[in-house]
């Protein structure tokens, strides 16, 4: 059965970091391009980040460039997302979600293109 599991989330003040993880079982992650998502209260979910299953090229939403960082260890089946100089805005549930083919060059953050999610870890911004 596939499965992601993200965890790390939780309280941070603004400028802080915090290091999310998308850890994978019953498939091995490294074949899959995966990609960071958020969801606030009455909002829609949006893309921040995906990294594709071959070459590691990234892509960002511009609300995380120069602030967020995609990574993947292969050895540990995990994928992260490191998230520093936080903001309020930053607020939100955050998922990872997981797609086999096909295997573009830049991979999309439309959430509507992956196929297998997490459940998701809760990250709040507040003083």
């Known amino acids: 059965q596939l499965q992601l599991v993200e965890s790390g989330g939780g309280l941070v003040q603004p400028g802080g970091s915090l290091r999310l993880s998308c850890a994978a079982s019953?498939?091995?992650?490294?074949?899959?391009?995966i990609g960071w998502f958020r969801q606030a209260p009455g909002k829609e979910r949006e893309g921040v980040s995906s990294?594709?299953?071959?070459?590691?090229?990234?892509n960002y939403a511009d609300s995380a460039k120069g602030r967020f960082t995609i990574s993947r260890d292969n050895a540990k089946n995990t994928v992260y997302l490191q998230l520093n100089s936080v903001k309020p805005e930053d607020t939100a549930a955050y998922y990872c979600a997981a797609r086999m083919f096909p295997v573009p060059a830049r991979v999309p953050l439309g959430p509507t293109w992956y196929n297998y999610w997490g459940q998701g870890t809760q990250v709040t911004v507040s003083s």
């Open positions: 990294i594709s299953s071959r070459t590691g090229t990234t």
């Open positions: 019953g498939f091995t992650l490294e074949n899959y391009a």
